[in-house]
């Protein structure tokens, strides 16, 4: 039986899941809690209570006043800030250590496509670690938003992109953020990345002049510009950043 303290292999494995799954969602029935539980030997209620405790961390959830639990260790609050200090090592860390506890290959355990990786050495290694931080980034952006358009509430996840608000060649340091990221269906992903709607600092969506200035058709309004001014769906935890959002307003957004 494992000691009652969790240790820092078991929060980054706690923490992994927590970005993955939606907030609504920790509880001792989800089969990905269950999962968890089964590989550090504990119990479905012992991780959920876990996923809880990293709750209580999260800043917007305390601004939405969601305390999640209480008592959580000072080792919880480490291995949080662990993460948010640095993405990019911590999500691929914690998804090797996830492939190893599983006796999978990280590939696998981040759904890679392999086809086009070379055969061995560092060029292999460097690509799927991009690749899997992309997985992961992908998944926790889309679980922040339970899985749906920030825009238009679409919830068909093969249609759904988690989408840089800075680009990814431009900010090293957050392209594994969440907060740098919004789910927006496909269509819209095309529009945000070329700066023809953008989400301001208040988070409301805001649609360029560039297209308010020609012939709307039905289908410009319908996808477009029936949403400008209009606030987004927000997520119930990562909050996009204002700054980024800022960058995004000033660099790419065509006024």
């Not at 749906?148 to 919830?155: A, G, S």
């Not at 950043?241 to 995004?248: D, G, I, R, W």
């Amino acid at each position: 039986m494992p000691s009652t303290k969790w240790t820092r292999e078991e929060l980054i494995l706690a923490f992994n899941l927590y970005c993955k799954i939606p907030f609504g969602t920790i509880h001792i029935y989800n089969p990905q809690v269950i999962s968890l539980a089964k590989i550090l030997g504990r119990t479905a209620s012992a991780v959920s209570w876990k996923l809880a405790n990293l709750a209580s961390l999260d800043p917007i959830l305390k601004k939405r006043n969601i305390a999640g639990a209480s008592h959580g260790s000072k080792l919880d609050a480490e291995v949080w800030n662990e993460f948010v200090g640095d993405w990019d090592r911590l999500a691929y860390e914690s998804e090797k250590l996830l492939a190893q506890k599983t006796g999978k290959r990280i590939e696998d355990i981040s759904d890679l496509e392999t086809f086009d990786l070379p055969k061995s050495g560092k060029e292999r290694e460097a690509i799927v670690k991009i690749r899997v931080n992309q997985s992961f980034f992908r998944r926790a952006v889309l679980a922040a938003y339970d899985f749906k358009c920030c825009v238009t509430r679409l919830e068909i996840p093969e249609l759904l992109n988690a989408s840089h608000i800075i680009p990814w060649s431009k900010d090293k340091a957050n392209q594994v953020n969440p907060r740098n990221g919004l789910c927006l269906n496909a269509i819209h992903d095309r529009a945000f990345d070329r700066g023809l709607i953008t989400i301001t600092p208040e988070l409301t969506i805001k649609v360029s002049k560039a297209i308010k200035t020609k012939k709307a058709s039905d289908a410009v309004q319908e996808f477009l510009l029936k949403y400008d001014g209009i606030e987004i769906n927000k997520p119930t935890r990562f909050l996009p950043n204002a700054e980024f959002l800022k960058y995004h307003n000033r660099n790419v957004f065509q006024t």
